[in-house]
């Protein structure tokens, strides 16, 4: 058998000429060859004569090329034009900046056979820039009048090369392909073979069978990606982790706090905390009064700490979390829930179970607005239960920074809350044991890694997202993680009216905010997404800031907040609106996450057609936090039928996850997770959006084999092991870079 990391330039045609183009696509060797599946296939079996074709159709012809014409145009591109005859008629073929083709089709004296689609010329039916080929003597016209594949390319590499080189790894390298894939899980799914799989991916004898090769390689890329996942998860839930005693707490029991050196890594004993003997920590034990003790159970805590009732589902992933904290593993929890579902206050009473137990907790958000955000709320919240709350953040003075760093290491600030200053160096807990990572998606796995390390031995991690994810992509993206969805808001909460309004219109939207400013409300005016560069975004809302104060709102006070200004002036002008010294904002969409400012009743998004649906509906959840009625308007003039369905998608619903769903399908999950978390996008065939159900039964076969061998050491399994030690490298490389 031939090896399959036979370089790529061995393959018939490639050669070193053509072996850079090649390398450019990542592919280096037959393997890779193998493994680069087409993108779509063209059918050429449709052979009508010439009189039975119509414009729209893909067809192939196949007749003589009866004349031959180039002529120059003013712009400097040259247009080859030809005839091609068969015994109903003829057709235009036409090509543009290709004069080989003219000397290849002047040479030929026998048949021609094209494929295209069919257009309507200046005066007759034409088929523009169709693949050709030159029928010789010996020649079998079916061999070109087939299923036939088409492939990503780069810049220099011909598909009919990328045909010849897949070709000839089929010929040569596809009996060297091991099976990897479990026979149990082949049989229980009625999935074909590797490698006759490979061979009706890349040369299909029909549709049927491409079909059903399909099935197996978008099933194998799945259950190798949830395979991988699950033993990830095990492995962390294998850890030595903090058994917070939180049944204890529940009935009010008195809670043994146990000061016995530790060993040098913080190891815990079962169900005791164990940590360095020092004076920080006697000092913090000594100073725990009765009721922290023991005396008051945690619910009746929480109810006395949350100015009012949890919903069932908050109280539903309250006890999730709970559950998780509870045994001596390390918790890996992802909190799902749209805009005003209330993840701050089920993050609250994690955070309580774990002050009450005797460990600091701390809480990172992307922004210094947001991280200032939630150290007001929760040093509201938990006031009445004497826990202190700090704030740890770039724009602290010396002496706010130098008290903060130090009641964080004294273990005199029970809560630390801050951005990512809580990461750097000479940031020091005195027991840190729960952390809690708010917009998630705003940090790389790196910085969550980095304020994990700062606690006491495996502290537990909670991870809160306001963006509502499909759960096809909370599979593979967070397929490690345990899932809680806060699915219901709290009752009484305003639903926000959305409306669609053409750019004409704006003279009467403009009108409708100013009545609701007099009625004492505030407004947000969102300039538009102009392009992805931060300097142009700044101008454009400088523009349109302009325009506004010396124009429909002169008599207002409005204010500017934009990407480029700086973090100082950032927080100046945000802190004015909130308090309400501006009654118009206009901003980027720096405002999306987080800010909450409960007077604010319109939120005005210019161009938003221009906006993806998931960063509209962030957009959106910026009002509608207070009492008042509240209004979104989207001024667009939304002209295609993607940007119609976008907007009409918002006017319909505000349920976020339906919102994520009509995205993913618009925009695909590669945009929609966002490089920095598409590490376990890198899909070869499978598409998130058109294989659901089949990652569902993935997903499902995976969990069944691993409750059978949970560590994959059978003899069957071997080859499979292999394949996720090699698929969980990718994996953690993707993430560290």
């Known amino acids: 058998m031939n090896d399959l990391n036979t370089e790529v330039m061995f393959l018939k045609g490639v050669g070193p000429r053509l072996t850079p183009a090649f390398q450019k696509l990542g592919l280096l060797t037959a393997r890779d060859v193998l493994l680069h599946f087409p993108r779509r296939y063209d059918d050429r079996r449709n052979m009508p004569q010439v009189r039975d074709v119509h414009p729209g159709d893909w067809v192939t012809l196949k007749g003589r090329v009866v004349s031959v014409n180039s002529r120059p145009t003013g712009r400097g591109m040259v247009i080859l034009s030809a005839y091609l005859r068969d015994a109903s008629g003829s057709i235009e073929l036409t090509w543009f900046n290709q004069p080989w083709i003219k000397k290849a089709l002047e040479k030929h004296d026998g048949e021609v056979i094209v494929y295209g689609q069919i257009k309507e010329g200046r005066n007759a039916l034409t088929i523009q820039a169709p693949e050709y080929e030159l029928i010789g003597e010996d020649d079998d016209p079916e061999d070109f009048a087939k299923i036939v594949p088409v492939y990503a390319l780069t810049e220099g590499l011909p598909q009919k090369a990328m045909r010849n080189a897949a070709a000839n790894a089929i010929e040569k390298f596809l009996p060297s392909v091991e099976e990897a894939l ?62 917070f005693p939180i049944e204890k707490l529940k009935a009010g029991e008195k809670v043994s706090l146990n000061l016995e050196t530790s060993s040098a890594d913080h190891a815990l004993s079962r169900g005791q905390a164990v940590v ?81 137990s005797g460990y600091q907790a701390a809480m990172m958000a992307p922004t210094e607005i947001l991280a200032e955000q939630h ?22 003075n010396s002496t706010e920074r130098k008290r903060a760093l130090k009641a964080t290491e004294s273990g005199a600030a029970n809560i630390v809350v801050g951005t990512h200053a809580l990461i750097q160096e000479g940031v ?56 809680s969805v806060i699915d219901e808001l709290p009752p009484g909460r305003k639903p926000i009216k959305t409306h669609w309004r053409p750019s004409r219109d704006r003279g009467t939207v403009y009108a409708s905010a100013i009545k609701l400013l007099e009625d004492g409300r505030q407004a947000y005016v969102v300039c538009p997404m102009v392009s992805e560069s931060e300097k142009m975004q700044a101008q454009a809302a400088e523009e349109l800031y302009a325009q506004l104060q010396m124009g429909v709102f002169e008599k207002y006070r409005v204010g500017l907040l934009h990407g480029q200004m700086k973090p100082k002036g950032k927080e100046e002008v945000m802190d004015r609106f909130r308090r309400h010294e501006l009654d118009v904002l206009v ?54 039928e993607e940007a119609r369905t976008r907007m009409e998608t918002m006017v319909e619903t505000s349920d976020g996850f339906k919102i994520a769903e009509v995205d993913l399908r618009l925009r695909g ?52 092991k292999a394949r996720i030690q090699e698929r969980r490298s990718k994996l953690a490389a993707a993430t560290v870079s």
């Open 375 to 396: 150290a007001n709320s929760l040093r509201r919240l938990f006031e009445p239960l004497k826990i202190e709350v700090d704030l740890i953040i770039g724009k602290q």
């Open 428 to 483: 020091q807990f005195a027991k840190l044991g729960f952390v809690v990572i708010d917009e998630q998606h705003r940090f790389g796995v790196m910085q969550r890694l980095a304020l994990r390390e700062k606690g006491l031995g495996n502290p537990d991690v909670l991870v809160m997202t306001a963006t509502p994810i499909p759960r096809t992509l909370t599979m593979t993206l967070y397929g490690d993680l345990d899932l």
């Open 276 to 356: 360095a003997k020092s004076d920080f920590a006697s000092h913090l034990f000594e100073e725990l009064n009765e009721e922290e003790r023991a005396g008051e159970p945690l619910w009746d805590q929480i109810h006395r700490m949350l100015p009012f009732n949890l919903t069932g589902a908050q109280t539903r992933v309250v006890e999730e979390v709970w559950a998780d904290m509870a045994v001596p593993h390390p918790m890996n929890r992802l909190v799902q829930g749209d805009v005003g579902s209330g993840k701050t206050a089920v993050a609250a009473c994690a955070m309580l179970a774990a002050v009450r």
């Open 669 to 720: 999950p590669g945009e929609l997770a966002g490089t920095k978390q598409s590490g376990n996008l890198d899909f070869k065939i499978a598409d998130l959006v058109q294989d659901g159900k089949q990652l569902e039964i993935a997903r499902q076969e995976a969990i069944a084999l691993l409750s059978r061998d949970p560590l994959l050491d059978q003899e069957a399994h071997q080859r499979l």
């Open 587 to 640: 901003s980027t969409t720096v405002i999306e996450v987080g800010v909450d400012v409960p007077n604010s009743s319109i939120m005005i998004i210019e161009d938003a057609n221009r906006f993806g649906l998931s960063q509209l509906h962030q957009l959106r959840g910026r009002v509608g936090r207070g009492e008042y009625s509240s209004y979104c308007v989207l001024v667009a003039d939304a002209k295609g």
């Open 182 to 243: 479990p026979l149990e899980v082949r049989k229980s799914q009625k999935l074909k073979d590797i490698q006759w799989c490979l061979r009706q991916i890349h040369e299909p004898e029909s549709d049927e069978w491409r079909q059903e090769a399909r099935r197996r390689l978008v099933f194998e890329e799945f259950f190798y990606l949830q395979v991988a996942l699950a033993l990830r998860r095990a492995e962390t839930h294998a850890e030595v982790g903090i058994p």
